[in-house]
């Protein structure tokens, strides 16, 4: 058996419970596994905590299992419930649901392994080295003693870029008249939970849509993906030729009669492969000319939250327009925005617009500071000099083994980080579908013999 046999999970979300369930599959009756929770509603975390039906996955729930060897276990727990997919149509479960289901799945484990398994609600604040182990600092002065710790800690939401929005949800999300005119900044799956939130509590006013590029996410098509094969895929081509292999592939697919959404999903088991081999400086390109691109293709929506999406967008309802906020003030009002609009095909002369809304939402996406994020515990281990952020400052710099690399540059051998936090190194590893692999992979090193 491993030396290793104590493990604190910092983070118990989805990455977190996948990873504690992959722990608890060793024999070894020594195993310790204490999983922290600041909120002590284990498997939910910022996603699935959601209690709006409106909130689906963006994944079926046949691509769903906590488990990568068990495909089916998702939709068996459905299934007991009484909820079935429509013949040859995808199940887009609410996310409410999926957290019902890997609370389930840690509570379970709980009972099944009262020794080996501790679900401990609390906040990790520090993690130290101490001997040949680790230290776990709580918020109250306690701390947990363990051979490794692991930080599973998902999304950390950017902080407020701007002094005039807010966030859906927070002290400030006060109640709005329903016609009150809105405006979104972001276009991403962010702002479609924003814009169903509102929907859902009945603001009927427009809401106006601002992005870069004025991109909104693409539908799931509801087939299955084309597999490939690794000489099919140019693994090393740089990003320009990669992009163009790929669309490439995506018209020959739809040339067929299926679709463009075949080919990037069966792209996906190469995704982290495909990033690893680039270079920091091609990684960087990619992020600057093309991620807004791949996101809108790569992460898209159920096929239902697209279509009503679309209908809001004909209907004027919705309206998107690509630019940036040049300027906004305080009127007797609400706020006057003034917009500068992206020309055209990106080129030509810069429009300006001024909107008035009640309300501006801030739905740009993830922190990219984990040194001045709401993650104390990165903070601290940042702090110290036991950790960075990567390059690229998209998360936690890490090994391909998960283990965190220090101020100078040397690799960890009892802290780890796993699921969004190494999205530096894997790029592709917010869903569960990437995030139960890398959770079952790190889960064999950490109990290797």
Not at 138 to 165: C, I, K, T, Y
Request: net charge positive; hydrophobic share 45%.
């Amino acid at each position: 058996m491993s030396g290793r046999k104590r493990f604190v999970i910092v983070g118990g979300g989805a990455s977190g419970v996948l990873l504690a369930a992959q722990l608890l599959r060793s024999a070894d009756p020594a195993l310790r596994v204490a999983l922290v929770e600041k909120s002590g509603a284990f498997g939910r975390g910022l996603a699935y905590s959601t209690t709006l039906d409106a909130h689906v996955l963006n994944v079926g729930a046949h691509n769903m299992s906590a488990f990568a060897d068990d495909p089916d276990h998702f939709r068996r727990w459905l299934a007991g419930r009484g909820i079935e997919p429509a013949p040859g149509r995808p199940l887009f479960a609410p996310r409410r649901l999926y957290g019902d289901y890997l609370g389930d799945i840690a509570a379970r484990l709980a009972e099944r392994e009262p020794v080996r398994l501790t679900l401990l609600h609390g906040e990790a604040v520090s993690v130290a080295r101490a001997g040949p182990g680790v230290t776990v600092g709580l918020a109250g002065g306690s701390a947990l003693e363990a051979d490794a710790a692991v930080l599973a800690a998902g999304h950390d939401p950017q902080p407020g870029n701007f002094a005039f929005a807010v966030r859906r949800g927070e002290p400030a999300d006060t109640p709005l008249p329903p016609d009150a005119p809105v405006l979104i900044l972001g276009a991403g799956l962010s702002m479609v939970d924003a814009w169903l939130g509102l929907k859902a509590q009945g603001h009927a006013g427009p809401v106006f849509v601002l992005s870069r590029r004025g991109l909104l996410p693409r539908p799931h098509l509801g087939a299955l993906p084309s597999p490939l094969q690794d000489i099919d895929v140019p693994l090393g081509a740089s990003p320009a030729r990669f992009l163009r292999w790929l669309r490439g592939l995506a018209r020959a697919h739809e040339a067929a009669g299926g679709g463009w959404q075949d080919a990037l999903d069966g792209l996906r088991p190469f995704n982290q492969r495909i990033w690893q081999a680039w270079s920091i400086e091609e990684r960087r390109r990619f992020l600057r000319h093309a991620k807004a691109f791949w996101d809108v293709h790569r992460h898209r929506l159920a096929p239902q939250l697209h279509a009503r999406l679309t209908k809001a967008l004909e209907s004027g309802a919705l309206r998107l327009v690509a630019g940036r906020i040049g300027d906004v003030r305080q009127t007797p009002d609400g706020l006057a925005v003034s917009l500068r609009k992206r020309p055209t095909g990106g080129r030509g002369t810069i429009e300006t617009e001024e909107l008035r809304v009640a309300r501006i939402y801030d739905c740009t996406g993830v922190v990219r500071d984990l040194g001045s994020g709401s993650l104390a515990v990165a903070r601290a281990l940042i702090g110290n000099g036991l950790a960075r952020t990567d390059p690229l400052r998209l998360g936690l710099d890490v090994t391909t083994q998960c283990a965190l690399v220090d101020a100078s540059g040397t690799a960890s051998d009892r802290i780890f980080a796993l699921g969004p936090l190494t999205r530096g190194v894997f790029f592709e590893i917010e869903a569960v579908p990437d995030i139960r692999v890398q959770a079952a992979r790190l889960a064999a090193l950490l109990t290797a013999g």
